[in-house]
């Protein structure tokens, strides 16, 4: 099922915002560096594009299917083009990209195939970094999910392709040395305001659920919240994927 980002997108960006130590990390695992020619897929709001300009001059443009997340992109200055990633090549020329990032955006694009393999013949002498999250990571890294809503193990271990998986698509689109590192993804304070974020459905996954078993988990995590004496924190780890076009 489509996730429709239209509402989605008037909040996207505060509730999931990339802390400066992931930005540095991607850049660091990535090789970004000033005066790159670069590539965001399935940029969204721009989160992480524009954080990198921040840090760095870049020839930066984004790709994505949602007109109102591409809105908010483009409030932010960053040059976008709509496209639908999963079912188009690239509107780019072959070659000409030294640096192309993607994060969590590979469990939505249905052709994961024609993805690299455009990501592989846009690229220069350059590389494609992912962030994702591996199977153990839903399962183990998700206390929320693990404790109060269940279901969306399942229905993420479903969506997410593996890491293995990942890594021999990448290899059979031509991309070589592979590496995989496992990232913090975000400090979780479990309090009002993540419940609020909660109810809100911030993750996609909480969208995928069936309606009466997102309504139990919001329930039991709202009573859990009110006994706790003190806000709980927390983390949620990704993993980062690497793969090069010559080199
Ligand atoms: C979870 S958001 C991630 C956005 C951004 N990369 C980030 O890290 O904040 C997933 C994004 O993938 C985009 N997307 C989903 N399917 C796509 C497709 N077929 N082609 C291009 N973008 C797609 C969605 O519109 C959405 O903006």
New binding site residues.
């Given amino acids: 099922m489509g ?1 429709d ?1 239209a509402d989605i997108s008037q909040t ?1 960006d505060e509730h ?1 915002s ?1 802390s400066k130590h992931l930005v540095d990390k991607v850049a660091e695992f990535g090789g970004i560096q000033e005066g790159m020619k670069a590539l ?6 721009g ?2 594009a524009s954080q990198l300009l921040d840090m760095m001059n870049l020839d930066m443009i984004g ?4 007109l109102s ?1 591409l809105e908010v992109a483009r409030g932010k200055s960053l040059e976008v083009i709509c ?5 188009n090549r690239l509107p780019f020329c072959d070659s000409c990209f030294d640096i192309i990032t ?4 590979i469990h ?2 249905s052709n994961l195939e024609l993805l690299f393999s455009e990501c592989y013949r846009v690229l220069r002498d350059g590389a494609l970094v992912l ?1 994702t999250s591996s199977h153990e990571q839903i399962e183990n890294e998700h206390p929320v999910f693990k404790r109060f809503f269940p279901g969306a193990i399942d229905v993420d271990k479903a969506r997410f392709p593996d890491i293995p998986v990942i890594c021999e698509m990448l290899v059979t689109a031509g991309f070589h040395d592979i590496r995989q590192e496992s990232v913090l993804g975000a400090s979780i304070l479990i309090d009002d305001e993540y419940l609020q974020k909660v109810k809100g459905k911030y993750v ?1 996954t909480y969208r995928l659920l069936p309606q009466r078993e997102f309504e139990r988990g919001v329930a039991e995590l709202e009573t859990y919240i009110k006994n706790l004496s003190q806000p709980e924190s927390t983390v949620w780890r990704g993993t980062l994927i690497y793969g090069r076009k010559k080199g």
């Fill in positions: 996730i980002y996207y999931r990339f965001d897929v399935g940029c969204g709001t989160n992480l790709v994505d299917i949602s997340m496209t639908d990633a999963a079912n993607a994060t969590y955006v939505q694009i962030l996609s």
